[in-house]
Structure formats: structure tokens, C-alpha cells
């Protein structure tokens, strides 16, 4: 069996490539396989390597070197080399399997923060500044006094919202007016949160924690969703109360039966793009194109 291997390439050990810092490098591989598979499917590795804050065309070539034989998932040598190549062009070195046993210190995988940082794409580049104005404006009530001012219109469920969720709520075909939570993970996992950010959504919307979400509790759940993917922090402290009246609203009317053609767009992925798509039309003045769009699909 051995010589099906020779023609394959293969990468240098991981002792070889992390050189004094394979602590370091096996504290990383092993929360991307904590079950210890030897198999790092290509979403988590990719989200993993982001952190790195690298342009996606860097990241592209660091994964065909990481994965040289195309297999299209990372073995733990392979997260080792991408790690090690990361470190690389951090340090302004030559991005080269060559230079892979070079000395380096470990690349900055954005671990200093408690929460992940906001995705470096998102827009102009904030000034740090912005993000840290001197301590002493604020006495020591900085997330309380935030969530009340600044963040209400945030955490305020605006009616365009409520249109968009609604119509995700019931694709999922709720029963009882509720959605099981294992249908809910499918829409949450597609908006490629870290699965940390997803779990804080989830506590704070299961208000009643049974497990299932109902219409108010779900329009809470995609509002922090939608808000996370802007990169505004989730509220510290529970729910703002302005969230959780403006997920109410609208009792009766909202509850009616779903006309057939709304019930079932499509699913996944491509749901929570098309909604994107939507809400441009949802939030211009007239409340038509939503009446239009459901006579078409009819």
C-alpha cells in the first residue's frame, strides 16, 4: 500500500514545521479535532485560518499548499504547514513550502481578544482609536449604558424585519406555531457564526429554554444573526426589553394561515442570501413588492 503514497506529495512532519513552538501549533489543531479524526473539514479550517486576518487570495494559496494533493480537507500536518505559512507572510517572509522550517515566532491567529474578532473584510478599516476612547468617561456600567442608549434602534425588531423572519419562520414549517431547535440550527449554522456566537444567540432567545423556538423567540434569534454578520457585539446582560416588545408585536395579524406559496422558499444557504436580497425591497416606502413577489411565486 505504501506506494500509492510515493506519487503523492507529501509535507514536512510537524515537529520539523513548528519547530519550538509545537505546543503552540497542537493547542490550535487540537480545538479544530478535538475527537482526534486527522480530518479538518474544509469550512471550520478555512473559518480557523481567516483569523489570521489575511486576504482570501493568500488564504487560497496557503490552503493549496496546505493541501497538496487536493484531498480538499487538512490533515494535521497539513494545519500545521498552514499555520507555520501564515506565520510566514506575517513576518513579511516569502510564502514558500521552502521556507517552512524557517524559525519563526507563532503567526497571530487572533486569539488575544475573548470573542472573535469582527470578520477584516466588513468595509474601511476601523481606526483602534474608535474602539477603546479613554477609560475615564465611563464609570463602570459601559454595557448597560450602552445597550440603553446607542444599541436600542439596533435591538429594536423593525417591521421590514419581521417580514423577512416571517417568511424564514415559516419555510421551517413550524408545528404549533414553534420550530424545533434542530431545525433552527440548520439556518443558524448557515450564517457561519462561530459556533460560540451561536450558542450565546441560541440561550438568548429560548426564553422559555423548551428547546423549540416560537415565532417571537425566533424573530429574536435571526435579529442577533443578522446583527452578529454586521459585527455589532451581542448584549451583555440579557435581552434589551425594546427587542423582546418589538418580537411581540403584531400578535393576531402575524399569527394568520401562511399562504401556500410563502411556506416553502427554497432552504439553507440560499434562503438567507435571498432574504438579504429581500430586505432592500422590504424597506423602501410601499409594502407592494412583498404582494407582488407572493402573487408571482403563486
Known amino acids: 500500500s505504501m506506494s500509492c503514497y510515493g506519487k503523492m506529495a507529501s509535507l514536512p512532519s510537524p515537529t520539523q514545521v513548528a519547530g519550538d513552538h509545537v505546543r503552540v501549533f497542537e493547542t490550535w ?18 473559518q480557523f485560518l481567516k483569523k489570521s486576518g489575511l486576504n482570501d487570495d493568500l488564504l487560497s494559496k496557503i490552503w493549496d499548499l496546505s493541501d497538496p494533493n487536493g484531498k480538499g480537507y487538512l490533515d494535521r500536518s497539513g494545519v500545521f504547514v498552514a499555520v507555520k505559512l501564515i506565520a510566514l507572510v506575517q513576518n513579511k517572509r516569502e510564502l514558500s513550502i521552502g521556507n517552512i522550517t524557517v524559525t519563526l515566532p507563532p503567526p497571530n491567529m487572533g486569539d488575544a481578544p475573548p470573542h472573535p474578532p469582527p470578520p477584516k473584510a466588513a468595509g474601511p478599516p476601523h481606526p483602534p482609536p474608535a474602539h477603546h476612547p479613554p477609560a475615564h468617561p465611563r464609570p463602570p456600567v459601559p454595557a448597560a449604558a450602552a445597550a440603553t442608549s446607542a444599541n436600542s434602534a439596533i435591538w429594536t425588531i423593525s417591521p421590514a424585519d419581521r417580514t423577512r423572519y416571517e417568511q424564514i419562520f415559516n419555510s421551517l414549517g413550524p408545528i404549533g406555531n414553534k420550530i424545533h431547535g434542530n431545525k433552527v440550527r440548520g439556518v443558524m449554522m448557515n450564517s457561519k457564526l462561530p459556533m460560540e456566537i451561536l450558542g450565546k444567540i441560541w440561550d438568548l432567545s429560548d426564553m422559555d429554554k423548551d428547546g423549540s423556538l416560537d415565532r417571537a423567540e425566533f424573530f429574536i434569534a435571526m435579529h442577533l444573526i443578522y446583527k ?52 432592500q425591497v ?17
Open 29 to 46: 489543531y487540537r480545538r479544530l479535532d478535538p475527537a482526534g479524526t486527522g480530518i479538518i473539514q474544509a469550512g471550520p479550517a478555512a
Open 228 to 279: 452578529s454578520l454586521e459585527n455589532h457585539h451581542l448584549p451583555v446582560g440579557g435581552l434589551p426589553s425594546e427587542m423582546v416588545s418589538s418580537a411581540r408585536r403584531g400578535g393576531a395579524a402575524a399569527q394568520g394561515p401562511v399562504p401556500a406559496p410563502l411556506a416553502a422558499p427554497p432552504t439553507g444557504g440560499a434562503l438567507l442570501v435571498q432574504q438579504q436580497q429581500q430586505q
Open 282 to 298: 422590504a424597506m423602501g416606502p410601499p409594502k407592494a413588492p412583498w404582494v407582488v413577489s407572493a402573487a408571482d411565486r403563486a
